[in-house]
């Protein structure tokens, strides 16, 4: 079972930054995949980044150029750096762990943190 904790999560004017952390611990697997997603009242969740324990990255075009996914293996966490946030990038934002393991892959979930970007 892994645990994900989650922090960072504010009010912040439009144009502002924020940094998003998510400490995974537990049993973990050397192989898997962390991320962020996001999910805006009446929508449904969107993925936002994503970065895999070998360092590959991935971004949803709505958020490429602003926004930085990054991680330290050895600490089982992964970071969001938000820059030039928008209104629209208000959310709950999600951490995502991908165990890929022998006997397959299994996603756990954070309990969200809210990020609310002002006008």
């Known amino acids: 079972q892994v645990q994900l904790v989650e922090s960072g999560g504010e009010l912040v004017q439009a144009g502002g930054s924020l940094r998003l952390s998510c400490a995974a611990s537990g049993t973990i697997s050397r192989t898997n995949v962390m991320g962020w997603y996001r999910q805006a009242p009446g929508k449904q969740r969107e993925i936002v980044a994503t970065i895999s324990s070998g360092g590959s990255t991935s971004y949803a075009d709505s958020v490429k150029g602003r926004f930085t996914i990054s991680r330290d293996v050895a600490k089982n966490t992964v970071y969001l750096q938000m820059n030039s946030l928008k209104p629209e990038d208000t959310a709950v934002y999600y951490c995502?762990?991908?165990?890929?393991?022998?006997?397959?892959?299994?996603?756990?979930w954070g309990q969200g943190t809210q990020v609310t970007v002002s006008s």
């Open positions: 995502n762990f991908k165990a890929i393991t022998f006997a397959g892959v299994r996603d756990y």
